[in-house]
């Protein structure tokens, strides 16, 4: 599921970076893990069953992006980048992760040594410019979706309603839409949903945490329609359908209408007021297209 998200997630991310351009950096375009980043038990596993070490190992590739378009693959093992090694052992994931994003920041294209199949191997990175909203799975069955001002969270919950990635894209296209617009912020709602992502990111989450609203406030419905609008343009550069938008969001709220508490719908109540904004602006963006 995870995954799934990334590939859905590329092309909104790497698309988009006019519409969200005070939240665009330069991004290798990969993510990375050890053993220690996983707790308690989990280390153990991590280590038996997907013979993870101390040191950092791909665990997803960003379709399009320059470390898709280098090689990078998932379970490679990273053994240096920009000619230094690079860290292993507990604090693995945050020290590479300074370094790495210094690399990215001042660098066109990063050399990186790799471990493949026992055999070492060198690949140049091009550095792809994106926005930098991060992706996680909430684990949860929960239908909803979080955006906390950097993040962006969907549910497996969620996953397991849409019906393809053209509606998955859609939900997660609102989630960067909200985030380029500072709404989490703007309504004040940025901690808390964060504490919820932090949570639900976990192996083992306090689902108690989803008792109720949660502690979010509902989205007001010009903000909400806001970020649908801008959702829809992101959606179209991606080059998603957007023929389906608002019969989407139709079918999700007659399914878990706003009384379903710590729902989409219970935290972004609008729909009928959203529907009509989504049809005005699909229209709008068919004009342009033609």
Known sequence: Q??????VAAPLLIKNTDLCKNQARNLLGFTAKNRYFYPGEYNEAAH????MGD????????????????????GDRLVTAGGKPLPTGQRAVSSAGAMLGSLARNQTTVAFGIERDEKEKQLSVPVTRACSFGIELGNADNVNSYADGQRVMVTRGMINFVEDDDELAYVMAKGMAHNALSHASNQRNASTIGSIIENLKSVRPDTSMLIGSGGIKPMPQ?????ADALSLYMLARAGYKIDDVSSFWKRLAQTYPATVLNGYVANHPSTAYRVGVIDRIVSDIKAKKA
């Open 2 to 7: 995870q995954d799934r998200l990334y590939r």
């Open 48 to 51: 038996l069953a997907l013979d």
């Open 55 to 74: 040191r950092m190992q791909v665990t997803g590739v960003l379709a399009g992006s320059g470390a898709a378009k280098a090689g990078l693959n998932v």
């Open 222 to 226: 010009e903000l909400d329609a806001a």
